[in-house]
């Protein structure tokens, strides 16, 4: 039971860390829009790439956790 609530916390931030990561106008470089050159990452957009990398590590975790309990 607890797993589970754990779980569903850890998708949600997840899920808005990498909501918060888009850049770009979605399909505009698909109609000719303008390229968006990707430089390196800094401040806050850096805390929450690694954010996002270390809830996704929590997920796959939880989840091994819930498959073998």
């Known amino acids: 039971m607890l797993i589970d609530i754990i779980q569903i916390i850890i998708s949600v931030l997840l899920m808005i860390t990498i909501l918060l990561q888009q850049r770009g106008g979605g399909l505009s470089g698909a109609f000719g829009g303008q390229s968006v050159a990707y430089g390196t990452r800094r401040g806050a957009e850096k805390i929450v790439f ?3 990398i270390v809830l996704g590590i929590l997920f796959i975790a ?8």
Do not use: W
């Not at 939880?62 to 309990?69: K, P, Q």
């Open 50 to 52: 690694k954010a996002s």
């Open 62 to 69: 939880s989840s091994l956790v819930r498959l073998f309990i």
